[in-house]
């Protein structure tokens, strides 16, 4: 949902309520129940999925929880006198959030984002235990074959860290120049 940060701010009541509750009840559980309840739970409702859609489901329900949370933040992190300069120049609340709010919110988001996407590549792991074939999933099927955890597990982690340590020095560098900005 791309406006729920939006919402959760400036919605009414009980639309930021239910908002609240849904990322409060996600981030309270844990990705693996999560997959669980979309893969096993929901079958019972006599919706069935796939493992490959079951993972991106349940991955988006998990990550979407948590960047609403972010994002909501670094929306409300906008210091208030741009809020009312924007508002001083006569800007409607779609004006004020479009020229002076968001970009400014996007430019803090930019670093805790890019973070939080590597745990995400880092927790698709759990989905191997409903059938879906993901890097720690074929690194355990590859090791059954070939009989050599090291090699293949050391393999597994080299592409890990592939993947997920440039994802996390863009990470750095953006709450860097964010740091460097601020300070200016």
């Not at 973070?115 to 191997?128: D, L, P, R, Y």
């Amino acid at each position: 949902m791309p406006f729920q940060p939006l919402l959760r701010v400036l919605g009414p009541r009980p639309v930021r309520l239910a908002i609240a509750g849904y990322i409060q009840i996600v981030q309270a559980t844990p990705l693996l129940i999560v997959v669980f309840i979309v893969f096993f739970g929901l079958s019972f409702a006599g919706l069935y999925f796939p493992p490959l859609l079951a993972a991106g489901i349940s991955v988006s329900v998990y990550a979407s929880a948590y960047l609403a949370d972010i994002w909501r933040g670094c929306i409300e992190a906008v210091p208030r006198p741009q809020w009312e300069a924007a508002d001083a120049l006569a800007f409607n609340l779609p004006q004020q959030l479009r020229y002076v709010v968001l970009p400014q919110a996007f430019r803090i988001a930019l670093g805790p984002t890019v973070g939080f996407m590597v745990q995400i590549v880092k927790n698709t792991s759990v989905t191997a235990l409903i059938g879906f074939v993901e890097l720690t999933r074929a690194g355990q099927l590859l090791n059954n074959m070939t009989f050599q955890p090291f090699i293949v597990f050391v393999t597994v982690a080299a592409f890990y860290f592939a993947i997920c340590y440039p994802l996390s020095y863009l990470s750095e560098k953006l709450k860097g120049k964010r740091r460097v900005q601020r300070a200016h």
